[in-house]
């Protein structure tokens, strides 16, 4: 069992930066795959980026490669997302999700544990 928090969303124009967070608690001495997913308005939530803590295995989506990273801190239990180069179309609800599996790309409907999302909304 996890428990999700994100922090870090805001509003920032076209080629701006944000770094998001998400403390985990509960069984966090266990391996997760931690995975950042988005939502806009009306589409379907696609997986962003992932990070398996029981190893160095990386995932990004095509359209976020080379401007996010992901990255884990596990002293503070967070897993942090960074968005370099913002462009309008990252503008979406912004989820943190733990699960015991860590498939490439992520479905989001086997994810087992979510926080409760952070707004980005990035301005031309």
């Known amino acids: 069992q996890v428990h999700l928090v994100e922090s870090g969303g805001g509003s920032v124009q076209a080629g701006g930066s944000l770094r998001l967070s998400c403390a985990a608690s509960?069984?966090?001495?266990?391996?997760?795959?931690m995975g950042w997913f988005r939502q806009a308005p009306g589409k379907e939530r696609e997986g962003v980026a992932t990070a398996y803590t029981g190893g160095s295995s990386t995932w990004y989506a095509d359209s976020v490669k080379g401007r996010f990273t992901i990255s884990l801190d596990y002293a503070q239990n967070t897993v942090y997302l960074q968005m370099d180069s913002l462009r309008p179309e990252d503008t979406a609800m912004y989820y943190c999700?733990?699960?015991?599996?860590?498939?490439?790309?992520?479905?989001?409907?086997?994810?087992?544990?979510w926080g409760q999302g952070t707004q980005v909304t990035v301005s031309s």
């Open positions: 999700a733990a699960d015991e599996g860590c498939a490439h790309p992520p479905a989001w409907k086997e994810y087992n544990w």
């Open positions: 509960g069984d966090t001495y266990r391996y997760y795959c």
